[in-house]
């Protein structure tokens, strides 16, 4: 009888941390871990809301700097590993800064989740342009995100950009 007690409130005890840290601490669902291709530079941005129990959570900026093109693979990582996932939106903004006089230079970028394509789009010089990355599923049977980027229309004098990926996750909304 002892037992038995002892183990229905440990299970008690660990649901209630699980929910209770589940609220406590949001933020993403499923975490984008670099694998291969070109790494990015990781600078963080500062923090945002995540809880009612923490002050705020790191945003994060990945950046490329990029002469011709560039394929980044990520693994999909999730809160309860590879058994258990959901299908949840994936979140961020992309934008491009060019080195050089570019005149009319475009990027075009595209997004996918394993082999779908989820998202893409182009940058150009137009100053502030950003493209919001805020629609598209990933479904929860993906294991890989692949960001791609290459030179659309590249006038010369025109050397290099960094391409830009603020603040990107995957969240599901369980949490």
């Not at 002050?55 to 309860?80: H, I, Q």
């Not at 990027?107 to 502030?128: E, K, N, Q, Y």
């Amino acid at each position: 009888m002892r037992d038995r007690l002892f183990g229905g409130s440990l299970l008690v005890a660990i649901v209630a941390l699980f929910l209770g840290g589940g609220i406590a601490l949001k933020g993403p669902d499923r975490w984008l871990t670099y694998q291969k291709g070109p790494e990015p530079r990781t600078s963080e941005l500062g923090s945002e809301p995540c809880g009612p129990v923490e002050n705020g959570c790191a945003t994060y900026r990945w950046s490329w700097v990029v002469t011709g093109e560039m394929t980044t693979v990520f693994r999909l990582d999730g809160l309860f590993g590879s058994w258990l996932r959901w299908d949840g939106p994936l979140d961020g903004m992309l934008h491009a800064d060019f080195h050089g006089t570019c005149p009319g230079a475009t990027v075009r970028w595209s997004i996918h989740a394993d082999t779908r394509t989820v998202a893409s789009g182009t940058l150009s010089t137009v100053p502030g342009e950003r493209a919001a990355v805020h629609e598209p599923t990933i479904p929860g049977a993906a294991t890989t995100v692949t960001l791609t980027a290459a030179w659309d229309r590249r006038p010369p004098g025109c050397d290099s950009f960094t391409l830009n990926w603020d603040d990107p996750e995957v969240n599901t909304g369980l949490l």
